[in-house]
Nanobody, 126 residues
Framework: QVQLVESGGGSVQAGGSLRLSCVAS????????MAWFRQAPGKERAGVAY????????YYADSVKGRFTISRDNAKNTLYLQMDSLKPEDTAMYYC???????????????????WGQGTQVTVSS
């Protein structure tokens, strides 16, 4: 059974940085699309960054391009999200998501992912 466990959230001032981690277990993840989603109170869960684990191809939402970097360590089955130049509008619960796919497309909604972590809170103060 696939399990995803996130860590690394916290509170930071605007302009600061955080790195989120997601450890995956229960399968071989080379043929998985993995992603980071976020959900702020009263808003829908939205994709922030996506990566195809075998090729490393990655995609970003326009709102985080140039500030966030998604990466993976296949040997450790771990997904990362480096978040720099954080803004108050980045405040949300961040979720790691995964699904076995032949590709990975920016814009895939949450319904395209069958496996989810429990979430980690990121709070950015001004």
């Amino acid at each position: 059974q696939v399990q995803l466990v996130e860590s690394g959230g916290g509170s930071v001032q605007a302009g600061g940085s955080l790195r989120l981690s997601c450890v995956a277990s229960g399968d071989t993840f080379s043929s998985y699309c993995m992603a980071w989603f976020r959900q702020a109170p009263g808003k829908e869960r939205a994709g922030v960054a996506y990566i195809y684990m075998s090729s490393g191809y990655r995609y970003y939402a326009d709102s985080v391009k140039g500030r966030f970097t998604i990466s993976r360590d296949n040997a450790k089955n771990t997904l990362y999200l480096q978040m720099d130049s954080l803004k108050p509008e980045d405040t949300a619960m961040y979720y790691c998501a995964a699904d076995r796919r032949l590709s990975c497309n920016m814009g895939w909604s949450a319904t395209n992912f069958g496996y989810w972590g429990q979430g980690t809170q990121v709070t950015v103060s001004s």
